[in-house]
Structure formats: C-alpha cells, structure tokens
C-alpha cells in the first residue's frame, strides 16, 4: 500500500470517529441554578409536557451548589421541577430543550433563557403573568365595586386582548417544538 492511500485511510478513519463522537454529545445543555442553598442534595426532574412520564422519559439530576445540569437529545418542551416535597414556594419552569445551552433559574420564580425559543417563552410567560395581575385586580374590583357592567366590560376585552396576543405570539414562533406545544395548548388559534 503506498503512503497516499495509508495516510487516506487515516484521514477518513479520524473522520469517522469525530462524527461519532458527536452524534452522542447532547444538543442540549440546561445549565440550572436554584434559589437559595435549601435544596441542596435534593433531586431536581426534567419531565415531558406531553407523553409518558416514566423512567425512560423522565430524568434526574442532584442539585449541588445550588446548581443542576441536564443533557437532552430530543427536541420539545418540558417541565423542571423539584420533588413534590420540596415544591412549596418553588414555582415550576417549562423549558425547551431546543439545541444550545439553556439557562434556568428555579425559585419562586422560575425563568429560562438563552436559546431562541426559550427566549420567547420566557416572554410569554412574562406577558401572561401580567395579564393575570390585571385579570386578578380586576375580578377583585368586580367584588368590591357596584360598577359592574363596567368592569365586565374591561374584563372582556383583557379576555380578547389575551386571546389576541396569544395568536399572534404563536404565528410568530418558527418551527419547532414550542410553536407545536402553543398550538396543542390552545388548539383553537387561527
């Protein structure tokens, strides 16, 4: 065999090896901090929206330093949460594991970031959390006012005013598995 065809087989055997040493690398890395140190040496989950919630499915990771990580090959939105005694004051986070690295923060408040579609959900959930403030003062108003016609009628155009923006924040999501998960949630968005 002559060195040109060695020096070949070397080249494309290296080649091989790099492309399977990167299909198993995870697309996407969670990097996660939890409010606090309380939670430390408990177990954080990562489970699916929609779908089986079972071993094969659902995974696991020990919260340390206050910090918890995730590797997820698969593309869809899911939820972080702590175990079920340890939730109280500690909102859950949907996040999608989209490529890229995730940031997420638990506590409270809980929020996500750091790829494009986790960017966008974290506006959502900002933008619903303020249309929940207002529908609350609003429904507390109706109780404590003798303006009722008035307050139905704030009431729904914010109920209109959602159902818009909710429409217009999913055609505007590309592709992918949040757009997917918005248009499963609220089927009826033309």
Same mark, same amino acid.
């Given at each position: @065999?002559?060195?040109?065809?060695?020096?070949?087989?070397?080249?494309f055997? *290296?080649?091989?090896?790099?492309?399977?040493? +990167?299909?198993?690398?995870?697309?996407? !890395?969670? @990097?996660? /901090?939890?409010?606090?140190?309380?939670?430390?040496?408990?177990?954080? $989950?990562?489970?699916?929206?929609l779908?089986?919630?079972?071993?094969?499915?659902?995974?696991?990771? /020990?919260? #340390?330093?206050? !910090?918890?990580?995730?590797?997820?090959? #698969?593309?869809?939105?899911?939820?972080? =949460?702590?175990? $079920?005694? $340890?939730?109280?004051?500690?909102?859950? *986070?949907?996040?999608?594991?989209?490529?890229? /690295?995730?940031?997420?923060?638990?506590?409270?408040?809980?929020?996500?970031?750091?790829?494009?579609?986790?960017? #966008?959900?974290?506006?959502?959930?900002?933008?619903?959390?303020? %249309?929940?403030?207002?529908?609350? @003062?609003? !429904?507390?108003a109706? @109780? +404590?006012?003798? =303006?009722?016609?008035?307050?139905?009628?704030?009431? /729904? !155009?914010?109920?209109?005013? +959602? +159902?818009?923006?909710?429409?217009? %924040?999913?055609?505007?999501?590309?592709?992918?598995?949040?757009?997917?998960?918005? *248009?499963?949630? $609220?089927?009826?968005?033309?």
């Amino acid at each position: @065999m002559s060195k040109y065809c060695i020096l070949i087989l070397c080249i494309f055997a *290296l080649w091989v090896n790099i492309g399977c040493v +990167q299909d198993h690398k995870a697309k996407c !890395q969670i @990097m996660g /901090t939890v409010e606090g140190h309380a939670l430390d040496g408990k177990t954080i $989950y990562l489970v699916p929206v929609l779908g089986p919630h079972d071993a094969a499915h659902v995974d696991s990771a /020990t919260i #340390s330093n206050g !910090q918890f990580h995730f590797a997820v090959d #698969s593309a869809e939105v899911k939820v972080i =949460r702590v175990g $079920y005694r $340890y939730r109280e004051n500690i909102e859950d *986070l949907l996040v999608v594991s989209e490529p890229g /690295t995730v940031k997420a923060h638990i506590g409270k408040v809980s929020s996500c970031g750091g790829t494009p579609q986790n960017d #966008s959900l974290q506006a959502w959930k900002d933008q619903m959390e303020q %249309f929940r403030q207002t529908l609350f @003062m609003l !429904q507390q108003a109706k @109780m +404590q006012s003798s =303006r009722l016609d008035t307050i139905n009628i704030h009431l /729904t !155009q914010l109920y209109r005013h +959602q +159902q818009q923006s909710i429409a217009a %924040f999913t055609k505007r999501q590309p592709k992918g598995a949040l757009r997917d998960f918005l *248009l499963k949630l $609220y089927p009826n968005i033309q």
